[in-house]
């Protein structure tokens, strides 16, 4: 049978990883959401370091957002921490053990709920994320991404799941995806449920399913400006309802169409803090890609001497370099702080 097979190569191959051999929900959680558009080995240190900081569900929901925060720095999509914190506050000590209680916490949908009502409680559930989907297509030979492909590829995965082992279940296809069936390459001769599958019968297992194109990613302009006041640094925080909502961040915004990027800073920082600025020093150009788009980033710093008219909507914060530490800021202002070679 295909299950028994999988499992039994499962039992002798299993990744050794530091979220293995746990029945503890709150580390499947944390593990399951840090693994959400992340790859595994980005996830370790960082799941290693945040379970130190914060071994049990009541630690996390007594710490405060900004320390917890700084474990996340760096590891991207931040609504999933600002979501673990809320829920860890709902839940104050006790982790549901059924679908409809866990649904319904933020940041904890179908696939999350699944996989640690599969792993912690042992329950029949299948956690379909878009390796098992590949996976599944691939078994059955499905090319064409379709409601109804993807609603087979379920019922299929869901019928040969093993019922005793269900957490094991799930966590082979994902070894199994890992190390044989990826999006972009497979090793059919090597996989050891070959025989179970329709797409290894073909010359390319590769179309299973069949791939979209991607459309190409747009570029946005900014012009930031790093504002120097007593040898401090001026930090904002984003707002909540923003993409890195928390992180804190240098003050800039959109280059307009046509516009010169050094009066594009001058008069985003008239904007945003009604600062007036002038001869903004040029320190150079940064790019950064997200998932959806690229930024590219003119960098400049300008000493200022008052700030009798400074006026922000949102936190913000002056630091000196050394006290930056204590903030979790975005990638792209780390690469910006590479450009600003001053002592502060
Ligand atoms: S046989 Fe090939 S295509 Fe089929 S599941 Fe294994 S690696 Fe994937």
Sequence with gaps: MLSTQLLSWYSENKRNLPWRGTKDPYKIWISEIMLQQTQVATVIPYYKKWMNSFPNIQVLAHTNYDDVLKHWEGLGYYSRCKNIHLTSKVLGK????????????????????????????????????????????????????????????????????????????????????????????????????????????????LQYPEVKKNKPIPEIQVAVCVIIYKNKLLLIQRPE????????????????????????????????????????????????????????????????????????????IWTTMKGLDKFALPKANYKMLELLNKDI
């Design 94 to 205: 006790d982790f549901p053990d059924t679908f409809n209680e866990l649904i319904k916490l933020p940041g904890i949908g179908e696939y999350t709920a699944k996989m640690i009502l599969a792993i912690a409680y042992n329950q029949t559930e299948v956690g379909i994320d878009t390796n098992l989907e590949r996976i599944g297509f691939r078994l059955l030979g499905l090319k064409k991404k379709s409601k109804f492909n993807n609603n087979r590829v379920k019922n299929f995965l869901e019928t040969i799941q093993d019922k005793s082992k269900p957490g094991d279940f799930n966590q082979a296809l994902m070894d199994l995806g890992s190390n044989f069936c990826q999006a972009k390459a497979v090793n059919c001769g090597s996989c050891p449920i070959t025989v179970y599958c329709k797409a290894a019968l073909t010359d390319s297992p």
């Design 241 to 316: 309802n923003k993409m890195l909502a928390g992180l804190w961040e240098f003050p800039g915004g959109k280059i307009e169409s046509g516009e010169l990027t050094e009066n594009a800073v001058i008069r985003e920082i008239k904007e945003e803090i009604n600062l007036s600025i002038k001869n903004v020093e040029y320190l150079g150009e940064v790019k950064h890609q997200y998932s959806h788009f690229k930024v590219i980033i003119s960098l400049f710093s300008n000493t200022v001497n008052d700030i009798s008219s400074l006026k922000i909507k949102e936190n913000y």
